[in-house]
């Protein structure tokens, strides 16, 4: 598993949070929102958590991100 980012790893445990809380996942915008960033800023982050194997989402739809990797595996 690649190394994220301390910033990637608050991402990734705020998604994390959020579906135990909510049931389903954040979107982009909450995202951006939670973190005071632009949807940009966050889609970049949430897409480098997809490209390093710690979330899944299908990209058509809202509220798919899913955790892959837990806790012990984040190196930030």
Not at 39 to 48: E, L, T
Request: hydrophobic share 35%; no cysteine.
């Amino acid at each position: 598993m690649r190394k994220i980012t301390e910033r990637q790893a608050q991402i990734l445990f705020f998604i994390e949070n959020f579906i135990e809380r909510n049931s389903y996942s954040p979107t982009v915008r909450e995202i951006g929102e939670h973190f005071k960033m632009s949807p940009k800023g966050a889609h970049d982050h949430v897409s480098a958590l997809l490209k390093k194997g710690f979330i899944t989402s299908n990209s058509n739809k809202p509220r798919t991100i899913r955790i892959m990797a837990k806790k012990q595996g984040v190196e930030a």
